[in-house]
């Protein structure tokens, strides 16, 4: 395949991947990388890699949309930031450390974990819960533009939420995703605080942490520019259109389509990586 | 009168992640085409791993290369203005929050500032 066929197929599918990652708030990186490596079989590095700096553009450009909204918080995203750029750090280091095929494998765990989180929804957080006392000391508390006027909302569960948040930045450098999935988890399930919110203030958080292992990934040579140059542009174009419709989406639809889409890539990716190719 | 808020904040972080974005995908669209039009018969080899010339490594070797005879060098540095984007949104968060005189998240930004500067200055 030469550069001319190679490079528009790279970014009809990048956009695609940045289109769903959007939609449902779990960024384009998750689904890039096992679209590259299984359907084009390029190297699960180049593709890490051009995922990564896709991702930075997917939070980047859909958060500025998702601050104007009013939804994402930025005292909680600065604070976890801590957590997520330090794991982002490890993460990248133990990524060239790491044998492909166990990279594939991981990978593919993460997925099926995406696939699952995706479909259950979450179980409804928990208004106004009561509030971690350090969370009221640095401000976290605050709240968000419901069918009502604004609602509050309280942040609980501190220390389990930034203890989750450095896991979902380590996955994030490792496997070169926004681990969105995580992150999300933390701060609805562990910290309460309103699905709205987790989703954008993590699309917020998603970009600084993958700029903490970006560094390192050019240095091993995984952003080669003839892969990222499309990666990039496809998931943000893609991204960009997803984002303006995430507001008032329907999303158990979108949960469901998602989920069984990611459980299928995951199972091709642990089965890529079992073989050891 | 402490005009500084954080939704003033937000809004100025915004504009700086629209920019940043639009900036960086500007570049690397015009460096792709140049790429397209110099490169674009060669076949696309990316099956094995051989990793990004060292050109392409890092910001002072990119900064170096960059040049009208080296498109990929251009492309690289629209994804080294990508990654600053959020870098540049925690500079001035932490801007923000001196200006709101709220120390306990000017500490919390400085540190985060320290380790993307720290990841973005790796070489290997």
Not at chain 1, 52 to 63: P, Y
Not at chain 2, 25 to 51: K, P, S, T, W
Not at chain 2, 66 to 84: E, H, K, N, V, Y
Request: charged share 10%.
């Amino acid at each position: 395949m030469t550069n001319l066929e190679f490079t528009p197929l790279v970014f009809l599918i990048s956009a695609i991947a940045g289109y769903l990652g959007a939609l449902t708030g779990l960024g384009g990186g998750v689904v890039v990388t096992p679209a590259l490596t299984l359907l084009l079989g390029v190297d699960i590095r180049y593709a890490i890699g051009a995922s990564l700096v896709s991702v930075i553009a997917t939070s980047s450009g859909a958060a500025a949309a998702y601050v104007r909204e009013g939804y994402s918080n930025i005292r909680i995203g600065m604070f976890l930031e801590i957590a997520t750029t330090l794991g982002a750090l490890l993460g990248a280091f133990l990524s060239s450390r790491t044998p492909t095929s166990i990279l594939a494998i991981i990978f593919g765990v993460v997925l099926l974990h995406s696939a699952w989180q995706s479909s259950r929804g979450h179980s409804g957080s928990l208004a106004n819960a009561r509030p971690d006392p350090l969370a009221t000391r640095l401000k976290l508390n605050g709240s968000y533009p419901g069918e009502e006027g604004p609602e509050q909302y309280n942040v609980s569960n501190l220390k389990t939420g930034f203890g989750l948040m450095f896991g979902a930045g380590a996955i994030s450098g490792l496997l070169g995703i926004g681990s969105g999935a995580l992150k999300v988890i933390a701060m609805d399930q562990a910290m309460h605080i309103p699905f709205k919110v987790s989703t954008t203030t993590s699309n917020f958080m998603i970009g600084v942490t993958a700029a903490a292992s970006a560094g390192i990934y050019l240095s091993r040579g995984y952003v080669e520019p003839g892969i990222a140059m499309p990666v990039m542009l496809g998931v943000l174009a893609g991204s960009m259109l997803g984002a303006r419709q995430l507001i008032g989406a329907r999303v158990r639809v979108l949960r469901w389509t998602f989920a069984i889409v990611v459980a299928v890539m995951a199972i091709e990716m642990i089965v890529t990586g079992v073989r050891g190719r | 009168m402490n005009t500084w808020n954080d939704e003033r904040l937000e809004r100025i972080i915004s504009i700086v992640l629209r920019t940043g974005v639009m900036l960086s995908a500007a570049i690397v669209f015009l460096a792709g085409i140049c790429y397209m039009v110099r490169h674009g018969n060669e076949v696309a080899n990316y099956h094995v791993f051989q990793g990004a010339p060292n050109k392409y490594r890092s910001v002072r070797a990119i900064l170096h290369a960059m040049g009208p005879s080296d498109c990929r060098a251009t492309i690289q540095f629209g994804l080294l203005l990508l990654i600053a984007t959020p870098i540049a949104r925690v500079a001035f968060s932490l801007v923000g929050f001196a200006l709101e005189r709220d120390r306990t998240y000017v500490v919390i930004t400085s540190i985060v500032l320290a380790v993307l500067l720290y990841s973005v200055g790796f070489e290997h």
